[in-house]
């Protein structure tokens, strides 16, 4: 089935260090693919999309770009600040079945030090 | 800004215990999502809901089932809780098909401890 593998954690940078974090999957077809965020104490929430390749998705400074031929959707910041320590997941959108569901990575956990 | 809203932040149950999780949104979301989200796990679907009334199994439904009376609301119920139902569970919702139904919104989750 679907699967989506990303960089075990924790990632630990200093302010204004550039950020990478590999995402790779395994999917039929061409799935969406999403990069979602969660803050300390939060629920998740959508960082970017793209949704066929070759797209760039792009929010807050951070960028993906869906890569067909590597099954790659890594996330990068070129300057990341103390404010995005965080636990970053990668997710595929799955239509195995009559609907959609999102395949999560286990997530990458960003620490961030000023 | 879309809602979605879950009961409590924080519960502490004893096993045995008949455990209901809330959720609500507020946006007319016709796709509801229950997940359990642990360390190194990451997060797993437990149940999903298409429409009212209907209920379809996610990857990890023993111990578990849902309830989809309203559009807004879809409950989590542990018909029994058990030590190893200790997680965060967190509520999401998406709105119709296609690509418009990707993306979902995720509310701020219930740490639920089992003693």
């Known amino acids: 089935g679907d699967s989506v593998t990303q960089m075990e954690g924790p990632v630990t940078l200093s302010e204004e260090a550039f950020l990478t974090i590999n995402c790779t999957y395994t999917?039929?077809?061409?799935?969406?693919l999403f990069w979602y965020v969660q803050y300390p104490g939060e629920g998740l929430q959508l960082l970017l999309k793209?949704?066929?390749?070759?797209d760039k998705g792009s929010n807050k400074g951070f960028e993906a770009t869906y890569r067909k031929e590597t099954t790659s959707f890594h996330l990068e910041k070129g300057s990341v600040q103390v404010s995005d320590s965080a636990v970053y997941f990668c997710?595929?959108?799955?239509?195995?079945?009559?609907?959609?569901?999102?395949?999560f990575g286990k997530g990458t956990k960003l620490s961030v030090k000023p | 800004d879309v809602k979605v809203t879950q009961s409590s932040r924080y519960l502490v149950k004893r096993t045995g215990e008949k455990v209901f999780l809330e959720c609500v949104q507020d946006?007319?979301?016709?796709?509801m999502f229950w997940y359990r989200q642990d360390p190194g796990l990451g997060l797993r679907l437990i149940y999903f809901?298409?429409?009212?009334?209907?209920?379809e199994k996610g990857d990890i439904p023993e111990g578990y089932s849902v309830s989809r009376e309203k559009k807004e609301r879809f409950s989590l119920i542990l018909e029994s809780a058990s030590t190893n139902q200790t997680s965060m569970y967190l509520c999401?919702?998406?709105f119709g098909t296609g690509v418009m139904g990707e993306t979902q919104y995720f509310g701020p989750g219930t740490r639920l401890l089992v003693l």
């Open positions: 999401a919702s998406s």
């Open positions: 999917a039929t077809g061409y799935p969406s």
């Open positions: 793209a949704t066929k390749a070759d």
């Open positions: 997710a595929v959108m799955n239509y195995g079945g009559s609907q959609g569901n999102l395949i």
């Open positions: 946006m007319d979301h016709e796709n």
């Open positions: 809901s298409y429409d009212v009334k209907m209920k």
